[in-house]
């Protein structure tokens, strides 16, 4: 059973930086794309980066371009979002996802709260 497990948010001013984790287990991630969503309070879940396991190919929501970096760890199984110069729009529940090819995101985390103050 494939499960994911985010941590490293918190409260960080404005233009600070903070560095989320995605521990996963379950399986093989090699044929995965894993990604990281956010949701604001009172809006959509929206996209924010993904990374193809096996290739380390990466893309961004143009929102983060130049500020988040999306990386994973193979061995550690682990999925990585370094944020950085972070603003109050950024503010929202981080969450990790995984799915194989062009299905929908699958397999989801419970989320990590990341509030930056003004």
């Known amino acids: 059973q494939v499960q994911l497990v985010e941590s490293g948010g918190g409260l960080v001013q404005t233009g600070g930086s903070l560095r989320l984790a995605c521990a996963a287990s379950?399986?093989?991630?090699?044929?995965?794309?894993m990604g990281w969503f956010r949701q604001a309070p009172g809006k959509e879940r929206e996209f924010v980066a993904a990374?193809?396991?096996?290739?380390?190919?990466?893309n961004y929501a143009d929102s983060v371009k130049g500020r988040f970096t999306i990386s994973k760890d193979s061995a550690k199984n682990t999925l990585y979002l370094q944020m950085n110069s972070l603003q109050p729009e950024d503010t929202a529940v981080y969450y990790c996802a995984a799915k194989v090819g062009q299905s929908s995101y699958e397999y989801w985390g419970q989320g990590t709260q990341v509030t930056v103050s003004s």
């Open positions: 990374i193809y396991w096996r290739t380390g190919t990466t």
């Open positions: 379950g399986r093989t991630f090699s044929g995965y794309l």
